[in-house]
């Protein structure tokens, strides 16, 4: 068992897959759809977790380790982050000022702080000493 | 003979409340649109000759053109009740301490009735109006003694974040003696 990614337009997504012997050739037999790949690098959802359980015995550790490995696009990085760490406003508790404590991948800061300004000098032109237009 | 035509450009001409609200229902840019209804409530409180200022997290938002985002707009006036009123005009209701509305999916907090410092402040025009954001070099201050006092992870990596991408435009004398008035000067990264 292990995950197979599929590009569905500009996205990505994640099944859970098995190779099934027919003869001389290996088939991959999909087994179930996991979630997009930007939504499940912060974890599997619980309630697809238990869905998954109640059907197949899932070595977690190994699928884990698995969906780790997938290289991310800045779009999913950002995706990841915005899914990840949006604040609403009505769980908004003083003392807290953003959500989500999971731990980055190496280098993702640097990566993100990176597209950041990128970004920024696109979106922003600068017109004066601490005077931007937006574009 | 021909006669020049005025120009019905809206961006030329200053926007009613209800004209404003249908565009920014109209506007696929989350930034942009809060940008606009920043622009639009500063404009109209600077004819008071009153301000406005953009800070927390929709300007660490905003410096990181969308990168790192929040889920309200945090602002500073120094006039509130008309601050409100440019709200309430403009459809939104308040829940609390925040002002949200719900057409166009945005709320608004006024964090504090004074501006603390504006010496630093950068400004962005987009149309006509131009948004006045808190200094990213206060902001950076800000995030870090979320960081050091409120062990906010998150809010240290925005400072890194803020000061990896504006390193050249910093000015770092300032930087270092605010750090060092907010107790922060230990954690402000090198």
Redesign the interface.
């Known amino acids: 068992m292990f995950v197979r990614v599929k590009k569905v337009g500009p996205r990505r997504y994640a099944y859970l897959v098995d190779g099934v012997r027919e003869g001389k050739r290996v088939r991959q037999r999909t087994l179930c759809y996991l979630g997009p790949v930007s939504k499940i690098v912060s974890g599997i959802p619980e309630n697809v977790r238990k869905k998954i359980e109640e059907r197949f015995q899932v070595n977690w550790d190994k699928i884990n380790y698995e969906i780790r490995r997938i290289p991310l696009t800045f779009e999913e990085i950002s995706r990841a982050r915005r899914a990840q760490f949006a604040v609403s406003i009505r769980n908004r508790k003083m003392g807290f000022r953003s959500q989500g404590d999971l731990p980055r991948a190496e280098g993702e800061l640097a990566a993100l702080s990176k597209l950041a300004a990128i970004k920024f000098r696109k979106m922003f032109e600068e017109i004066g000493e601490r005077e931007y237009r937006m574009r | 003979m021909t006669t020049a035509r005025p120009s019905n450009k809206i961006t030329s001409r200053p926007l009613t409340a209800r004209t404003l609200v249908s565009e920014l229902k109209k506007e696929p840019s989350e930034?942009?649109k809060k940008?606009l209804l920043l622009g639009y409530i500063t404009d109209r409180l600077e004819r008071k000759s009153q301000s406005v200022y953009l800070v927390g997290?929709q300007a660490v938002e905003t410096?990181?053109?969308?990168?790192?985002?929040?889920?309200?707009i945090d602002i500073t006036t120094t006039d509130q009740e008309a601050t409100e009123e440019i709200l309430a005009r403009l459809g939104f209701k308040r829940e609390g301490t925040?002002w949200?509305n719900e057409a166009i999916s945005v709320?608004v907090?006024i964090v504090d009735m004074v501006p603390k410092r504006v010496e630093?402040?950068?400004?962005?025009?987009?149309r006509n109006y131009a948004v006045r954001v808190v200094?990213v070099e206060e902001l950076i201050i800000d995030r870090l003694a979320?960081a050091k006092f409120?062990k906010?992870?998150?809010?240290a990596?925005q400072a890194?974040?803020l000061l990896?991408?504006?390193s050249k435009?910093i000015d770092v004398k300032y930087l270092r003696r605010r750090a060092k008035e907010e107790k922060v000067d230990d954690v402000l990264p090198k």
């Open positions: 930034l942009k940008m997290g410096y990181t053109a969308g990168q790192f985002t929040t889920g309200d925040v949200i709320a907090h630093k402040v950068r400004t962005i025009h987009v200094g979320a409120w906010s992870q998150r809010d990596e890194k974040a990896s991408g504006f435009s």
